[in-house]
């Protein structure tokens, strides 16, 4: 499985950005009932989750730094997996990475180790 993440860039405080993840490579069969994940990592931090989705859309997962301003959502039609991220903040400012978990389940709180295939990431910038 490949994962190409892209979609960032610099934006002002209170602004939009969306990042998109494209997969492919071994994306049928039961690569439906994987979950697919964004998180960030932050310049001297670790890698944090950020949200999460059932490839099918029917399940999802945020964390609470971003609950109620950005939104993940999949299109399998185009094998591809978004971050709208809204309301952004200078802490915000990170480089996102999307991935795809190693097993068909997760807990609603994930780390990066229940996931397998990385994509190389994408910076985003946010300024006050």
């Known amino acids: 499985v490949q994962l190409q993440a892209s979609g960032g860039g610099l934006v002002q405080a209170g602004g939009s950005l969306r990042l998109s993840c494209a997969a492919s490579?071994?994306?049928?069969?039961?690569?439906?009932?994987?979950?697919m994940g964004w998180f960030r990592q932050a310049p001297g931090k670790e890698r944090k989750f950020v949200a999460t989705?059932?490839?099918?859309?029917?399940?999802?997962y945020y964390a609470d730094f971003v609950k109620g301003r950005f939104t993940i959502s999949s299109d399998n039609t185009k094998n591809t997996v978004f971050l709208q991220m809204n309301s952004l903040k200078p802490e915000d400012t990170a480089v996102y990475y999307c991935?795809?978990?190693?097993?068909?389940?997760?807990?609603?709180?994930?780390?990066?180790?229940?996931?397998?295939?990385w994509g190389q990431g994408t910076l985003v910038t946010v300024s006050s």
């Open positions: 991935a795809r978990s190693r097993l068909l389940i997760l807990p609603p709180k994930p780390s990066a180790s229940n996931f397998g295939f």
């Open positions: 490579g071994g994306t049928g069969g039961s690569f439906g009932n994987y979950f």
């Open positions: 989705i059932k490839w099918s859309g029917s399940n999802s």
